[in-house]
């Protein structure tokens, strides 16, 4: 492994970008594995027994009619899956081909299209974009119901050029007005996708240079095709898995891939995850966390199986409303993610979820007997303990100093030798996870 | 972008809320540390807790969450009566059916407009409640009494209407309607492989 990094540094590094983090459990299993062994695992979920997974889900009670409900359901799944690169490519989907349930307004469609995610997350990209261009709740969504021969919408040709392939710049209003006509007639009815014959224009069509009575599979086709798409979504899954910033001759090596792999996803993403600069000190802690690998991560590392009925509106006010998307372009990412109200949010979540955790363990053990049987001694154990299990120890010494000072401090701030009683030693626990889940490199994956 | 310059703009927000005073973070990565790799071969941490890991996960009783109006609406609890316009989705609905039912929701639509507006008018004061940081949202009682009142009414009115519905739905139309709030139902997606489409 690059950086002479143990796998173990590597492998949470994948676990990160590859899933939401990681439980101790989990951490385990994927260390027997080995780093090429748990890309493999993640790559190929069909392989990966989930049953308990689904077991569970029946036991939770959800609506799938109730949109709540569903975004309730998908962070389960999210936390509980034994397949998180599944999910987590699934929620790339959903940004990639962001629907709203805030316009569509139908819950059983949302799920529908969820399914769909899931079952293409790592297939091909041209099944992808013929199954996303059919399905009801796009169609609904970007208003292709009401493309009509003689009376064409533009918003779904429009938007499969501009965010689904071939991205802004490489197309021309024309080739637009031209895959509009293509796609007229593709409605949708309860039953599902519904192609109105009588709505569709049969007349000739030309999109980017192909010419003939094109229908919306042949714009499908065409566009997968193109080698703007390639890059398009190269760039758009580097982002995703790796940093902000991705080097052309990275987007390069990884866009040959989908072009030689006839757009096979689960290429794409291996190539991702093995190319040297996912494992390189640039890649480590160089992506802001999203409000799902944030909230999802923390619950896998603090491993807290109870979870807040809220947490849907949690992750909506950090910025990340699951299902509803803020627009067709999904979310920014990034910077993005940073706010000073999300911010906020961020830090109190980590507060409610550190209070609820502990509280939980106080059922169990006592603070001292958590603290004596980690052997953690010291103040600076204690720091360095958690700075580890929390932020890869990846923190200054200055921060790591005021922390130790912290931990070494009664409830009033001054110092002691050694920590009171019990209630101070409870008080610093909570304070001090607190704090390390409020540091800027907690905020990073 | 890197983790040094993700660091750097943090670090602003980080300095606001915590009374660490973090300064000149520079985030360059440290080897592994003990705990990492202590966790990795006992497949355990600090937070494991064993008489616990072996419970099925679960969300907490009182589901939060279900979205403010909702909850305003109909508190935490939860009914048999599905959310009406899911009912236009079955896919075996017919048109005299879709028809029937618009007319039964007609009927009510009047009322419960009213409803809804005297309980949009109280909910500010629920808000303002709830962002003073003053536990159980509501401080007073006359408005939670209101909005008691409220939600009994419009539960009454959903009732009333679903008692008009369910008799226009078939018994297997009714199974597919359990069946699709427990996601059992297949989605009306088009999830099919190619045929003939997408010529290349």
Not at chain 1, 23 to 32: N, S
Not at chain 1, 120 to 126: E, M, T, V, Y
Not at chain 1, 157 to 168: K, V
Not at chain 1, 318 to 337: C, E, H, I, S, Y
């Amino acid at each position: 492994m690059t950086g002479g990094k143990s796998d173990v540094f590597w492998i949470n590094h994948l676990l990160r970008r590859a899933g939401f983090g990681v439980t101790p459990r989990e951490l385990k299993r994927y260390v027997a594995l080995g780093y090429d062994g748990t890309v493999n695992e993640l790559l190929n979920p069909e392989n990966v027994d989930n049953m308990q997974l689904e077991e569970s889900i029946k036991q939770q009670d959800f609506d799938y009619t109730a949109i709540n409900d569903l975004k309730r359901w998908w962070i389960y799944r999210m936390a509980f899956t034994r397949c998180p690169l599944e999910e987590k490519m699934t929620l790339f989907w959903h940004g990639h081909f962001a629907t709203s349930d805030r316009k569509v307004n139908n819950a059983y469609a949302m799920y529908g299209q969820n399914m769909l995610f899931r079952k293409h997350a790592l297939g091909n990209f041209h099944e992808i974009l013929y199954n996303a261009s059919k399905d009801p709740a796009m169609i609904l969504w970007l208003d292709n119901q009401q493309n009509r021969k003689g009376k064409p919408n533009e918003n779904y040709a429009r938007e499969i050029m501009e965010l689904f392939t071939l991205g802004i710049g490489n197309y021309s209003e024309q080739d637009i007005k031209e895959a509009a006509r293509a796609f007229t007639g593709w409605q949708t009815l309860p039953s599902g996708f519904f192609f109105n014959q009588r709505q569709h224009d049969y007349g000739a069509k030309t999109v980017l240079g192909v010419s003939g009575n094109l229908n919306g599979d042949d714009v499908v086709a065409i566009l997968v095709k193109q080698k703007e798409t390639s890059k398009f979504l190269a760039t758009k899954l580097i982002k995703y898995f790796a940093f902000d910033d991705p080097d052309p001759a990275m987007v390069s090596r990884i866009a040959d891939v989908y072009m030689t792999s006839k757009y096979n996803m689960r290429k794409v993403v291996r190539a991702i995850l093995t190319d040297p600069a996912f494992l390189s000190e640039r890649a480590f802690h160089a992506k802001i966390k999203s409000p799902a690998e944030l909230v999802i991560g923390s619950l896998k590392t603090l491993q807290i199986r109870k979870l807040d009925g809220d947490l849907p509106m949690t992750m909506a006010r950090m910025g990340q409303d699951l299902l509803m998307p803020p627009n067709v372009k999904g979310w920014d990412g990034g910077t993005a993610w940073i706010a000073t109200d999300t911010m906020m949010e961020r830090f109190n979540f980590a507060n409610r979820v550190t209070t609820t955790k502990f509280s939980e363990m106080s059922k169990f053990s006592s603070a001292q007997e958590i603290v004596d049987n980690q052997g953690l001694t010291s103040a600076g154990k204690l720091v360095d303990y958690f700075l580890d299990l929390l932020v890869d120890a990846d923190v200054p010494a200055s921060t790591r100093a005021k922390l130790v000072s912290y931990v070494s401090s009664d409830l009033s701030g001054k110092p002691v030798s050694n920590i009171p009683d019990e209630k101070t030693l409870d008080a610093k626990l909570r304070g001090l996870v607190h704090l390390i889940m409020t540091l800027p490199t907690y905020q990073l994956a | 972008m890197t983790g040094r310059s993700c660091s750097s703009m943090l670090r602003l927000h980080v300095l606001l809320f915590t009374f660490l005073g973090c300064s000149s973070l520079a985030l360059l990565p440290s080897v592994a540390g003990p705990a990492m790799v202590e966790e990795a071969a006992s497949g355990q941490n600090i937070f494991s807790c064993s008489e616990d890991s072996n419970v099925v996960p679960s969300f907490t009783e009182e589901r939060g969450g279900e979205g403010r109006a909702r909850k305003m609406l109909l508190g935490n609890q939860r009914d048999d009566i599905p959310d009406f316009k899911q009912l236009k989705m079955l896919p075996s609905l017919t048109m005299v059916q879709r028809r029937e039912l618009k007319a039964a929701l007609e009927s009510t639509r009047a009322q419960m407009q009213v409803l809804l507006t005297k309980m949009k008018q109280l909910r500010p004061k629920s808000e303002g409640a709830r962002s003073a940081g003053r536990p159980g949202g509501i401080v007073d009682p006359q408005v939670r009494a209101q909005i008691l009142q409220l939600r009994t009414q419009i539960q009454a009115l959903r009732t009333k209407s679903w008692e008009e519905i369910k008799p226009k739905l078939t018994q297997g139309q009714l199974i597919e309607l359990a069946a699709m709030r427990k996601g059992e139902l297949q989605p009306a997606t088009f999830n099919e492989p190619m045929t003939g489409g997408g010529r290349q």
